[in-house]
């Protein structure tokens, strides 16, 4: 039977701005406070997924969240109506206010992780929703994220979901941005790699010094657990503490694999050796041949790594068996990383051909393509079990353009985030949005 892997995109919602809210993770920290274009942005996403879906990809995408989160500044104690609530928190606790209105689900390579049905123990797909513990206002996305991947992966023959971990710093879970999938076909069982930053509970592993690591070892064990993966499926790997401390706070942003491939920074993992040795050995045990592909630290430096996000690509399959790379504009204003790129493509190597997409909405957040998407890989009887509302089409781009251009602002500062007008603008825009896409009810505003 055949197999794909599909991408899901995460739609900027319409609150997207800089909170300045992610310590470590650079570019949040630098636009901090600069106004946004949420419109801008959205229709920015929605380009890269058109594009890969006219490029014969599968292509789907992911609702965003309701935000300002009304709920969430309750039970931080604000009462009163809606815009009470609203007011109060501006008043009194900004940071919370912005915190509570960030648009960060769009990063959905946060929002889970999932395992296909190939690795799993019951043949089915399986999905735990990232608790994203480290920062606040990224801990309170998992709820509605599993009611929109519970809306739009329902058919429980095929998969099956997971609540978030305990939501305490030990169990510290980013989703997909650490975990890669190795395949000779994305049908056949493959070998899941799980990097982490940190071990909660064994002191031998360092740490790093300055930023925090977001992922720990004891997540990615419970997450292969309740997946039901085998030993011999599953690969771990320590992240290098330096490479965090310089701003790689998820190891997508100096690392990306697809299929047999992984291509990643000098610098990226500790004991690197010894972790290729072990993806060569277990993926050759399930018919694969793994390659890896190296950037020397001569060539391309972290820095540059985290100022262009050359690793946070999306590393596609191609029908003829090479692989394309999609890579952000910022890779081409780096003059070592577009010199790399272009001896990359031209070397007769598998990555033959690279595509860049202006992102910089999201990208001035610390986004890239890969933050961009969740991959599901599926086979055609999961395709087809999966709503259909959700997969991406020429219509529905052409329907989701033009709600963009109905509801969004495309200015947005930190004042504006205070005005209850923009709570009323979200709610009307998330109602047709869950009508468009036929999600159901999912937003708390929609339940409650
Ligand atoms: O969690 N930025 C996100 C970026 C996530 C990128 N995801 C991956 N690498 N997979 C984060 O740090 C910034 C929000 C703000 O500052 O307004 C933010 O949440």
């Not at 003829?320 to 990359?344: A, F, K, T």
């Not at 595509?355 to 909405?361: A, H, P, S, Y």
Request: proline share 4%; hydrophobic share 40%.
């Amino acid at each position: 039977m055949k197999s794909y892997e599909v991408n899901f995109d995460g739609l900027v919602g319409p609150t997207h701005n800089y909170g300045g809210l992610s310590y470590g993770n650079v570019a949040s920290q630098s636009n901090s406070q600069q106004s946004s274009n949420p419109k801008e942005a959205a229709l920015q996403g929605l380009a890269k997924m058109k594009a890969l879906m006219e490029m014969g990809f599968q292509q789907g995408v992911l609702a965003p969240q309701e935000r300002p989160d009304v709920a969430a500044l309750r039970r931080l104690g604000f009462s009163g109506s809606d815009a009470q609530v609203i007011e109060r928190a501006a008043k009194d606790a900004m940071p919370l206010l912005v915190a509570s209105c960030s648009a960060s689900s769009m990063w959905v390579a946060n929002a889970a992780t999932v395992s296909p049905s190939a690795d799993t123990a019951d043949g089915r797909v399986h999905f735990t929703a990232a608790n994203l513990n480290c920062k606040y206002h990224r801990s309170i996305e998992h709820p509605t994220t599993s009611r929109v991947l519970g809306a739009m992966f329902a058919d429980q023959k095929h998969f099956a979901h997971h609540a978030a971990l305990p939501a305490v710093a030990q169990f510290g879970d980013e989703g997909a941005a650490n975990h890669t999938r190795f395949c000779r076909d994305y049908g056949q069982a493959g070998v899941e790699f799980f990097v982490f930053g940190r071990s909660a509970f064994d002191t031998r592993y360092p740490a790093p010094q300055k930023y925090p690591a977001r992922q720990t070892l004891e997540a990615s064990q419970a997450v292969a657990r309740l997946h039901g993966l085998s030993d011999d499926g599953v690969v771990y790997a320590q992240q290098n503490p330096s490479v965090i401390d310089q701003g790689v706070f998820h190891n997508d942003v100096i690392a990306v694999g697809n299929g047999e491939v992984l291509f990643y920074h000098e610098d990226a993992f500790l004991e690197t050796d010894k972790m290729l040795a072990e993806l060569q050995a277990k993926l050759g045990k399930r018919g694969g041949n793994f390659q890896s592909i190296c950037v020397p630290r001569s060539q391309v430096t972290v820095e540059d790594a985290v100022r262009s996000y050359l690793f946070n690509s999306q590393l596609l399959s191609r029908a003829d068996g090479s692989m394309l790379l999609i890579v952000p504009e910022e890779c081409r204003g780096n003059e070592r990383v577009w010199q790399y790129l272009q001896g990359l493509t031209s070397s007769g190597g598998l990555i033959r051909e690279v595509k860049v997409f202006d992102l910089k909405q999201s990208m001035q957040n610390g986004g890239g393509p890969a933050c961009l998407r969740l991959r599901v890989a599926l086979n055609q009887t999961e395709l087809a079990a999966v709503n259909p509302g959700v997969i991406m089409t020429a219509p529905l781009y052409g329907t989701l353009t033009q709600w963009v251009d109905k509801h969004y602002r495309d200015r947005l500062s930190e004042n504006d985030l205070a005005d209850p007008q923009l709570l009323l603008e979200c709610r009307t825009a998330l109602d047709e949005l869950t009508q468009i896409l036929k999600l159901g009810a999912v937003y708390p505003f929609q339940i409650n």
